[in-house]
């Protein structure tokens, strides 16, 4: 169950919220954590008995840690609505290691540089305290 804060600072809810908690934040990185359920519908079809987070659920974690993040920082428009942060561009992705059920994973995002709308970030993913995803990455409010 995620954290009422998360809930407040980005429109992703389930099945597709994938940070549980924030662990720490500054005003340039964020820490958050995910459990991985061993129920996730997803493994009965992604490597059928070697179950197997797909890489592009790691990158998402990141993104989502990424919004949670600009959302911080950035303020409301005018008529009250939050802007929401959409990933436009994936630079760099490089997976270590694999993520299977029951496995917790750590995400650290920080903003390399912002440019108008457009925040510049790098992300890591950690699996039992070891890098499973290096990935840069752009995300622009809308």
């Known amino acids: 169950m995620a954290d009422f804060n998360i809930l407040d600072r980005i429109p992703h809810r389930s099945p597709f919220l994938w940070v549980d908690a924030i662990l720490s934040?500054?005003?340039?990185?964020?820490?958050?954590?995910?459990?991985?359920?061993?129920?996730?519908?997803?493994?009965?079809?992604?490597?059928?008995?070697?179950?197997?987070?797909?890489?592009?659920?790691?990158?998402?974690?990141?993104?989502?840690?990424?919004?949670?993040?600009?959302?911080k920082s950035e303020s409301l428009l005018d008529d009250g609505t939050s802007q929401i942060p959409v990933v436009t561009r994936i630079l760099k992705a490089k997976f270590k290691r694999q993520v299977h059920p029951g496995d917790t994973i750590r995400v650290q995002v920080k903003t390399v540089e912002k440019i108008g709308p457009a925040w510049f970030m790098k992300g890591k993913v950690l699996v039992r305290d070891k890098v499973a995803l290096n990935i840069e990455f752009a995300c622009t409010l809308m």
Do not use: W
């Open 25 to 71: 934040e500054t005003d340039r990185s964020i820490e958050t954590e995910k459990y991985i359920q061993a129920d996730l519908p997803v493994f009965a079809g992604h490597y059928p008995g070697y179950p197997l987070l797909p890489g592009v659920l790691l990158c998402e974690a990141a993104f989502q840690s990424g919004a949670l993040l600009i959302s």
